[in-house]
């Protein structure tokens, strides 16, 4: 004679509702996070949730109330520095008021991987997105979003169709030109990202702006991709250069691989050569010498995003704006003035 297996039934909202002494409806505002339950009353409900262990249904409170507070999170990869950062802040957002996160990785910076990413997020149920995207092709993906749809965009281009939040990413080339102006530099030599990177681009054209305001030479540029490997391979063209006295790398990866090149050329970092980069993170201060860098506050980015997006979701269309998070210079001791 065989077994038979035996469902058993999970705890309804109806039997939440007598533990705790309440009305069906009571259960219902506090599952569904809603403000006009008193403290105790809410308390003694909750108690009953964890002791009975009912599980709020949120397909049912999707119904009801017409979100899944979800919000969805798209984005190309998750190694870099900012990315992460940035994440991390959202998740915290999120939870904070009272949403949770389905993220999904696109391969490539195409219209056909923006649109299926979006696709999939929609299948999940969220009620937003936020759209974390550098590379200038995006353009024509965004404009094959849903209508309707709330979204959010992290590093993208000039577009004014979207809420955009972003670092202040021409501040950054200009606090960093400027200072190695400032202690006397004849001009500034500069290391971008990735010709297709919004933030590289920016951070590019105000290098260049800078040097031009103050009647000073415009370098040629000498290429990065964001990666240590890449800054390394910079240094080593330019070790045997005097005329290079000051480098402005567009981000903490590469400064680090042009202060190794240099080194093991004999040069001293900032004796015979400045470098500053950009981002300020949480190793930068323990490079050797310690990077002068351009401090970028993801937090708050990712902080600005979410309530950029919630506020759509629950308050309905906005005027887009675009929202920059300040940076700053953190001085250290990679920087110094040009030996005579």
Same mark, same amino acid.
């Given at each position: 004679? &065989? ?21 069906s409806q009571t259960v219902s505002r506090v599952a569904n996070g809603l403000d006009n339950v008193g403290e105790s009353t809410k308390e003694r409900v909750l108690a009953s949730m964890r002791e009975l ?7 049912? $409170? ?5 979100? *899944?507070?979800?919000? &969805?999170?798209?984005? *190309?990869?998750?190694? =870099? ?12 957002? %999120? ?10 990785l696109m391969r490539e910076p195409t219209q056909r991987a923006v649109s299926g990413a979006v696709t999939r997020l929609l299948d999940q149920g969220v009620d937003g997105i936020v759209m974390m995207i ?12 849903? %209508? ?6 992290? @590093? ?14 021409? %501040?950054? &080339? ?19 990202? /990735? ?6 681009? $920016? $951070?590019?054209?105000? +290098? ?10 415009? /370098? ?9 490997? =890449?800054?390394?391979r910079v240094g080593l063209s330019i070790a045997e250069r005097d005329d290079i006295t000051a480098i402005f790398a567009s981000n903490d990866q590469m400064a680090l691989g042009l202060m190794r090149a ?13 470098? #500053?980069?950009?981002?300020?993170? @949480?190793?930068?201060?323990?490079? +050797? ?8 506050? *993801?937090?708050?980015? &990712?902080?600005? %995003?979410?309530?950029?997006? #919630? ?30």
């Open positions: 004679m &065989g077994t038979r297996s035996v469902r058993v039934r999970e705890p309804s909202m109806n039997d939440v509702a007598r533990h705790a002494g309440v009305s262990g009912y599980r709020p249904n949120s397909a049912a $409170r999707a119904l009801r109330s017409g979100r *899944f507070r979800d919000i &969805g999170v798209a984005m *190309f990869t998750l190694s =870099s520095y900012g990315n992460m950062r940035m994440l991390d802040a959202i998740t915290q957002a %999120a939870s904070e008021l009272g949403y949770s996160l389905t993220l999904d550098e590379a200038e092709l995006t353009d024509s993906a965004m404009a094959e979003l849903p %209508a309707g749809l709330p979204v959010v965009v992290n @590093t993208s281009t000039a577009r004014t169709d979207y809420p955009v939040v972003d670092g202040d990413q021409a %501040a950054a &080339g200009r606090l960093a030109t400027e200072h190695l102006l400032d202690l006397g530099h004849r001009t500034v030599w500069h290391v971008p990202g /990735p010709v297709s990177s919004y933030s590289a681009m $920016r $951070r590019r054209d105000a +290098w260049a702006a800078t040097l031009r305001a103050a009647g000073r030479e415009v /370098p040629e540029v000498l290429q990065g991709d964001w990666t240590a490997e =890449s800054g390394y240099l080194h093991e050329a004999g040069k001293d970092v900032p004796g015979d050569v400045s470098i #500053v980069g950009c981002d300020d993170t @949480t190793e930068s201060a323990s490079y +050797w010498p310690p990077l002068t860098t351009v401090h970028q506050d *993801f937090e708050e980015q &990712g902080r600005q %995003a979410v309530h950029a997006v #919630v506020a759509e979701i629950e308050n309905g269309p906005v005027t887009p704006a675009r929202i920059l998070a300040p940076v700053w210079l953190v001085e250290r001791s990679s920087t110094g003035r040009p030996r005579a």
